[in-house]
């Protein structure tokens, strides 16, 4: 037995299994994934890894599965895919998502998958149950569910990393009275309190890290960069979802002709990130500005933004390189099902609370149209877009 010190649990104990596991390449290389992706833009002590965050929902994930009455091998297995379960995840974590799975055709989680099978002679229990875990596909959802192990470590140390101290979660009530019944997941009412105070730390953190105007900037120009490496170097998609965010900000340098720490620069994209020379938005408006029947509108009508980007350069007198389209994607509006036993029987936590539903217009307030530039080209930038857009 070994144990790992956490800042949110004191120490997390592991066995030796689990121990191997974690010293495997392909999980020692979450250690330099950043968890919060270009955050770091916003909230300079949001550095914490992937790595960590595994530890921790391999930890969380075990304590619900005991608060469940779990078999032991049961209680294994969801630890290894709280462990496991962002294996496969692409540099910068959720920044590169569109630009690599687009290109790839098909979900991180499926280099997730290909890894567990790959690392199935660590560990004990059966490579599938635990990919079925990962994608929410048992009975108990432990660590793709509504209420779960991936949720509550984030929550927290994110609030932690970022300074949102009024952002914490009482997961030892939550995990306390975490209960089966009728082969699903209940909480007993004891755990409402706790339960409102989860949503309400998401509902923050949605407005707060997730949702900043400067992080967006900065994510938009990634994705840009890593499409302009992709399209102009010999490297594929499938290489830049086995590199670590290291590997990826040397080759995005080298590509913009520097070896060392860049020099300032206003014309390379990835350079201006590492500096921290973010463009501005030039347009930026969601649904209490322009209604959410137009912004949903602009959703479903315009998919490519890089005709429109060239278009809004045109009109703006700008190279086409100066404007970045930031399209909204929509919320899902799929409502969290989480299950609350009173004493008069088990009801939807929906039914007994707003905040589910709070959660919900929250997304919308979030989803956004942006447009970006060079400070420089901001008003010429705006005054196309707006008459682009018809706004």
Same mark, same amino acid.
């Given at each position: 037995?070994?144990?790992?010190?956490?800042?949110?649990?004191?120490?997390?104990?592991?066995?030796?299994?689990?121990?191997?596991?974690?010293?495997?390449?392909?999980?020692?290389?979450?250690?330099?994934?950043?968890?919060?992706?270009?955050?770091?833009?916003?909230?300079?002590?949001?550095?914490?890894?992937?790595?960590?965050?595994?530890?921790?929902?391999?930890?969380?994930?075990?304590?619900? =599965?005991?608060?469940?009455?779990?078999? #032991?091998?049961?209680?294994? =297995?969801?630890?290894?895919?709280?462990?496991?379960?962002?294996?496969?995840?692409? /540099?910068?974590?959720?920044?590169?998502?569109?630009?690599?799975?687009?290109?790839?055709?098909?979900?991180?989680?499926?280099?997730?998958?290909?890894?567990?099978?790959?690392?199935?002679?660590?560990? =004990?229990?059966?490579? #599938?149950?635990?990919?079925?875990?990962?994608?929410?596909?048992?009975?108990?959802?432990?660590?793709?569910?509504?209420?779960?192990?991936?949720?509550?470590?984030?929550?927290?140390?994110?609030?932690?990393?970022?300074?949102?101290?009024?952002?914490?979660?009482?997961?030892?009530?939550?995990?306390?009275?975490?209960?089966?019944?009728?082969?699903?997941?209940?909480?007993?009412k004891k755990a409402v309190q706790a339960i409102e105070d989860m949503f309400s730390a998401r509902l923050r953190m949605l407005k707060t890290i997730a949702g900043h105007h400067a992080t967006r900037i900065a994510e938009a120009m990634l994705r840009r960069a890593v499409t302009e490496f992709l399209d102009e170097t010999e490297y594929t998609a499938e290489d830049v979802l086995t590199w670590d965010d290291y590997q990826l900000h040397t080759r995005l340098l080298e590509h913009e002709g520097h070896e060392s720490i860049p020099a300032k620069t206003d014309s390379q994209l990835y350079t201006r990130i590492a500096n921290r020379n973010l463009y501005k938005r030039a347009l930026y408006v969601n649904e209490n500005a322009i209604g959410r029947e137009t912004l949903s509108e602009i959703a479903r009508e315009y998919e490519e933004?890089?005709?429109?980007?060239?278009?809004?350069?045109?009109?703006?007198?700008?190279?086409?390189?100066?404007?970045?389209?930031?399209?909204?994607?929509? /919320?899902?509006?799929?409502?969290?099902?989480?299950?609350?036993?009173?004493?008069?029987?088990?009801? #939807?936590?929906?039914?007994?609370?707003?905040?589910?539903?709070?959660?919900?217009?929250?997304?919308?307030?979030?989803?956004?149209?942006?447009?970006?530039?060079?400070?420089?080209?901001?008003?010429?930038?705006?005054?196309?877009?707006?008459?682009?857009?018809?706004?």
């Amino acid at each position: 037995m070994k144990n790992i010190r956490d800042p949110l649990y004191g120490f997390i104990t592991v066995d030796e299994m689990e121990l191997d596991v974690i010293s495997a390449p392909a999980v020692q290389r979450l250690r330099r994934v950043a968890h919060l992706g270009l955050s770091d833009a916003v909230y300079p002590s949001a550095t914490h890894s992937r790595f960590e965050h595994s530890l921790g929902v391999m930890h969380l994930a075990g304590e619900l =599965a005991e608060s469940l009455g779990l078999p #032991e091998e049961t209680i294994q =297995a969801y630890r290894i895919a709280g462990l496991l379960h962002d294996v496969g995840h692409s /540099p910068f974590s959720h920044a590169l998502e569109e630009v690599i799975e687009e290109r790839l055709g098909f979900e991180h989680e499926r280099q997730s998958e290909r890894i567990i099978r790959e690392l199935d002679d660590l560990y =004990a229990p059966d490579a #599938e149950f635990v990919i079925d875990i990962i994608h929410g596909d048992t009975k108990y959802d432990l660590v793709a569910g509504a209420i779960d192990a991936d949720r509550l470590d984030y929550l927290q140390r994110d609030a932690r990393r970022t300074g949102f101290r009024n952002s914490s979660v009482d997961v030892r009530t939550i995990v306390k009275f975490a209960r089966t019944h009728d082969d699903r997941i209940v909480f007993d009412k004891k755990a409402v309190q706790a339960i409102e105070d989860m949503f309400s730390a998401r509902l923050r953190m949605l407005k707060t890290i997730a949702g900043h105007h400067a992080t967006r900037i900065a994510e938009a120009m990634l994705r840009r960069a890593v499409t302009e490496f992709l399209d102009e170097t010999e490297y594929t998609a499938e290489d830049v979802l086995t590199w670590d965010d290291y590997q990826l900000h040397t080759r995005l340098l080298e590509h913009e002709g520097h070896e060392s720490i860049p020099a300032k620069t206003d014309s390379q994209l990835y350079t201006r990130i590492a500096n921290r020379n973010l463009y501005k938005r030039a347009l930026y408006v969601n649904e209490n500005a322009i209604g959410r029947e137009t912004l949903s509108e602009i959703a479903r009508e315009y998919e490519e933004p890089t005709s429109i980007e060239a278009r809004i350069a045109a009109d703006a007198g700008v190279s086409p390189q100066q404007v970045i389209v930031d399209l909204p994607s929509l /919320p899902d509006g799929e409502r969290a099902h989480v299950h609350i036993m009173m004493a008069d029987g088990v009801q #939807e936590f929906s039914d007994i609370s707003p905040t589910p539903s709070h959660l919900v217009d929250v997304q919308w307030r979030n989803t956004t149209l942006g447009v970006y530039a060079p400070r420089r080209d901001v008003d010429a930038v705006q005054a196309a877009a707006e008459t682009y857009f018809g706004l």
